[in-house]
């Protein structure tokens, strides 16, 4: 049996049953002998966000026949590539997925489920299906298994303390009473962690803003590697149980790249490690420096960046966060512990492995060791992402990587140790929604190799991108600060 004593998950909890081991007779089991009287499917929609499905259960039969057949949905009202003519989907539960609703008045268990079409196969288009795809592919070509985790930064509102002033853009892991609303952060994370998410750690981050009598104040959550797929879930079942907790303290939460121009914007940076046989193909024991197997993904994600942008940085206020001085990306390069570059490479903890002896001089070494934990990180992505289209397209731009001819001169020609704004050379990211669009086109073959983005799905995008006609709006809008203010209060609650 499992020692799953310190098990956040409830029902995995009480099953002594880890999550991937869970039956249909799991959840029924659960459900009877806990007393649930109300079941929720969730699934993210085609705008990224999660979804609900509300059911009484009327009994031991039609538990058992919600748990095995599934619903059925409408589609055109989820994705905007399905016909309201032919439109019907079913949604079936992922077992594995289960959790006890935390904020729901009543006993309820909701489960995660997977969209299928009329004739039984997995929706193409669908959110979970295109990370799921991409991931078996990389697999099954390359032998690895790419984990990722995301950092998810978000901004509370209120209005301003008088105790205890929050300073300006000096929030960084600050503690109370000096950082505010951490009691709402410390929430989330337990919430989180009971529903599914493999949670690292959780701070307050750099942004305090003051303005009038409102009070904003950033904070990060930050997760641990997991496969991919589930990396995507996690973040979007985060988004919505940080929005809840919010909601209850009645606050207002934002996720958004940017809420006021000059101040710090939030991103969703990404770490990703590739995985085999149970080692991180990342970094080699005794060797300082990343495999070649690491910078032909670098080489990946960085030549496909421009066009990752369409998944990550979706709406115009994007590309005000895209700007130099804010810890956030401009121009194509990598490099190690370097906040200014796309792609960083974060201290591995390889040759430091024994500094906790050092810090506690009564410890021996006893042997024991871990996996590895180097990952690099891409920085450009915010709030407004898809995180599963975001996700996807980090997959693809990894399996790209690994198949390039050329993926380690690619690496060594564009790795910097200064500032990589300064460096006029680097090629940019794109400024806009429509420059992201027009990227998108110029690869989209990459994309829609093997079936993993469908061509609809990426059409869609790029008309999307493309429609915010946004070319030169920064530049345009430079001192117009109550245009600025209005944009940036119009895509407040994207993501």
């Not at 109300?38 to 026949?65: A, C, P, Q, S, W």
Request: charged fraction near 25%.
């Amino acid at each position: 049996m499992n020692d799953l004593s310190l098990c956040p998950n409830k029902i995995a909890k009480y099953l002594n049953k880890l999550p991937n081991d869970f039956t249909k007779s799991d959840i029924i089991k659960f459900i009877v002998e806990n007393e649930i009287i109300m079941l929720n499917f969730r699934y993210v929609g085609g705008d990224g966000r999660l979804k609900t499905l509300n059911f009484i259960i009327n009994g031991l039969e039609h538990l058992e026949e919600i748990l095995t057949v599934g619903e059925r949905v409408d589609g055109s009202s989820l994705f905007t590539f399905i016909d309201a003519v032919s439109s019907d989907l079913y949604v079936v539960p992922r077992y594995k997925t289960a959790f006890v609703n935390p904020f729901s008045e009543i006993p309820t268990v909701d489960i995660l489920c997977s969209f299928y079409t009329a004739d039984g196969k997995p929706l193409e288009g669908s959110p979970g299906h295109i990370v799921k795809k991409a991931h078996k592919i990389l697999t099954e070509r390359t032998g690895y298994t790419l984990e990722a985790l995301g950092e998810l930064e978000y901004y509370l509102f209120s209005e301003t303390d008088s105790i205890y002033p929050i300073i300006e853009q000096k929030g960084y892991h600050e503690s109370h009473p000096f950082a505010k609303w951490g009691f709402i952060r410390i929430e989330a994370m337990k919430v989180i962690s009971e529903i599914g998410g493999s949670i690292k750690y959780g701070h307050a981050e750099v942004g305090n803003i003051i303005n009038g009598d409102l009070e904003m104040v950033q904070h990060e959550i930050e997760f641990l590697p997991v496969p991919i797929e589930e990396a995507a879930d996690q973040l979007a079942l985060a988004k919505w149980a940080v929005r809840e907790i919010a909601y209850k303290y009645g606050l207002e939460v934002s996720y958004a790249p940017k809420i006021m121009v000059g101040q710090a914007g939030s991103g969703l940076h990404i770490h990703m490690r590739l995985m085999k046989d149970g080692k991180n193909a990342m970094k080699n024991a005794g060797d300082k420096g990343l495999t070649e197997v690491a910078k032909k993904l670098i080489a990946g994600l960085l030549n496909l960046a421009p066009s990752l942008t369409a998944f990550g940085n979706t709406v115009p206020t994007s590309y005000l966060r895209l700007v130099p001085h804010q810890e956030a990306p401009t121009k194509i390069c990598w490099g190690d512990r370097n906040r200014s570059v796309l792609v960083r490479v974060p201290l591995g903890w390889q040759g430091a492995e024994d500094i906790i002896l050092d810090a506690n001089p009564l410890e021996v070494n006893d042997g024991k060791t871990f996996v590895n934990n180097q990952t690099v990180e891409i920085r450009n992505a915010d709030g407004s992402a898809n995180v599963h289209q975001l996700l996807a397209g980090i997959t693809v731009a990894v399996l790209h990587g690994l198949e390039l001819e050329n993926g380690l001169e690619i690496a060594k020609s564009l790795y910097v140790t200064t500032n990589a704004s300064a460096i006029k050379e680097l090629k940019q990211l794109p400024a806009s929604c429509s420059e992201s669009g027009d990227e998108l086109e110029k690869v989209r073959d990459i994309f829609q190799k093997d079936g993993i983005f469908p061509e609809g799905m990426i059409s869609r995008i790029i008309k999307d991108l493309k429609g915010f006609n946004d070319f030169g709006l920064s530049e345009m809008m430079e001192g117009n600060t109550v245009m600025l203010q209005e944009l940036v209060d119009k895509y407040l609650h994207c993501g």
